[in-house]
């Protein structure tokens, strides 16, 4: 029994294996295995490679077949010959079978494309839609480290907020207890001691909401990195209370240049489309053996076979439809709209790098005023406590300056955790072009 509840546990410590991430470049490395948007960009890379081999291929485009039939002629033919060709009376005709009742057929043919405008083109589409692909799974990758990130830190910042609260919560019981003790001194009213239970019960309530909202983070992340739901993760990553220098920002072009090769994309489909109207040449050959027989045999090494064989050019051209009219006006106007987007990019692509300096800057500045004012906040609520408990202040300045605190405690850890998400958007940025 001993034993089987010792290997009961194991297996349930087992099913039940947790992972920790001190830092989100580890998260990084952990979800490259799992997330399918990776995945399935791989996939649509190999399929990219394959449909350019295919395309390569195509320029040639050899194509033939080989065949071979073996014929039992069961019931010849009758031919009506004249009868004084055969000695006999004039204007008579004799009934005479004709034919051979077993043949043999073996057909080679083959068909080699030396002039295919469309075939160049399709060759050249290939080669740009595979590095379009490689540059529009870079930029999937991008966009979904930042959403992963933006969800990591959200995170971080809560259960920062909860360790937080949970000092609160002991702040709130204390001031509780010093209400309380005044109460049943009779030096309070009521309401005093109802507000401080009040302020108490609010703060344990915070803590709880915020244990849901972790949770609920939690579940957002799994279902942006293709996690399982069994699979138990841990964010251990602290926050980094000093104010971090500006990083260096490296330019990044990789929306432009995913932008840039979808033009080039449209602009090698609209050749390719064009293109059809062009003629095609084309040399084929065939050779054909055939042997003729008194009796049913696949190969009868007493018949001989008879070859015969000839090749050729072929040149061939579609006459334009209104069908094909259509489409190459269509792929003219797709070129021309995926060309405007790519200089609209090539613009966002300087202000992107504008962007992230700008909001560095921007949560540098927040998280060093939000240290002051909270600084200067719980410096307060400290003297009003003790100034309280001496009887010299009211019991709502007191509260008052309890939820002054706490705010600014939030606010602080928020502006800390922005920093960090700015500098590790500006690390993806860097990395990921």
Not at 20 to 25: A, N
Not at 180 to 190: D, I, P, R, T
């Amino acid at each position: 029994k001993i034993s089987t509840l010792i290997l009961f546990v194991l297996y349930s410590l087992a099913g039940k294996s947790q992972t920790d991430f001190s830092s989100i470049d580890s998260y990084f490395e952990y979800i490259k295995q799992k997330s399918t948007n990776i995945k399935s960009g791989n996939i649509k890379y190999d399929q990219a490679k394959n449909a350019r081999l295919a395309a390569l291929y195509g320029i040639t485009d050899l194509t033939g077949n080989v065949s071979f039939t073996a014929t039992d002629n069961t019931k010849l033919p009758i031919s009506l010959f004249p009868a004084e060709t055969f000695g006999g009376q004039p204007g008579e005709y004799i009934r005479i079978q004709t034919g051979i009742q077993y043949s043999n057929n073996l057909n080679e043919y083959a068909e080699l494309k030396i002039i295919n405008p469309q075939g160049w083109s399709s060759a050249r589409l290939a080669k740009i839609n595979l590095q379009s692909t490689e540059y529009d799974n870079k930029l999937t990758i991008k966009t979904l480290y930042e959403n992963i990130a933006t969800t990591y830190f959200n995170i971080v910042n809560l259960q920062e907020q909860l360790i937080s609260t949970e000092k609160n919560l002991l702040a709130a019981d204390s001031l509780y207890k010093i209400v309380e003790s005044k109460f049943n001194a009779g030096l309070v009213k009521q309401q005093d001691l109802n507000d401080s239970k009040a302020n108490y019960l609010n703060t344990e309530e915070n803590v709880n909401q915020i244990k849901y909202l972790i949770k609920q983070q939690y579940i957002a992340l799994k279902i942006l990195s293709d996690i399982p739901e069994n699979e138990d993760i841990k964010i251990t990553q602290k926050v980094n209370f000093e104010i971090a220098n500006p990083p260096t920002i490296e330019p990044n072009k990789l929306e432009y240049n995913s932008y840039l090769f979808k033009e080039n994309v449209s602009r090698a489909n609209y050749r390719q489309v064009r293109a059809s109207l062009f003629p095609v040449v084309s040399i084929f050959a065939s050779n054909s053996h055939q042997q003729y027989g008194s009796q049913f045999s696949l190969f009868d090494n007493n018949v001989s076979w008879i070859n015969s064989n000839y090749i050729g050019f072929k040149a061939s051209w579609s006459i334009p439809s209104a069908n094909s009219i259509t489409q190459i006006s269509k792929a003219r106007y797709d070129y021309l709209l995926a060309r405007e987007n790519t200089q609209h990019n090539l613009l966002k692509a300087d202000l992107d790098v504008a962007q992230l300096s700008n909001d560095f800057d921007k949560a540098k500045s927040q998280a060093t005023a939000n240290k002051k004012i909270f600084d200067l906040r719980e410096d307060s609520y400290k003297k009003n406590i003790e100034n309280y408990t001496a009887g010299i202040l009211n019991l709502d300045q007191t509260l008052n300056s309890f939820d002054s605190m706490v705010t600014s405690n939030y606010n602080y850890i928020s502006s800390l955790i922005n920093l960090m998400l700015a500098q590790t958007k500006i690390q993806i940025n860097n990395n990921i072009k």
